[in-house]
């Protein structure tokens, strides 16, 4: 596979996608997903799909607030630094298989940007 950068909406999805496939067996964080908050995957990853395009593309298509979600659930479970370390990882290295490029290079220091800040938000609000 020759790997390009990361450009359209169907390179989040395929990158959505093929992340989610690994959280959902991880043995550190899949329990979250598929246990406390039973996610509901047809109806999370287009949630996700319009997150990420709008993180990375610009488009404007997410509405929502993923802090007060994310904050919910830790109240359900612990959430802790080791969580957040082991999603960036996953994520990062489904970037990594994926893509290559600078807006690869940008979607993994959002998504550690993103990491930090919610776990800051999760542990100032317990």
Known sequence: MVKSDITSREDIELLVNTFYEKVKVNPV???IFTEVANVDWDAHLPVMYNFWTSAILGDQSYTGNPMTVHIALSKKTEMTMVHFIEWLKLFSETVDELFVGEMAKETKFRAGNIARLMLHK?????
């Open 122 to 126: 999760i542990e100032t609000n317990q």
């Open 29 to 31: 964080i899949g329990h």
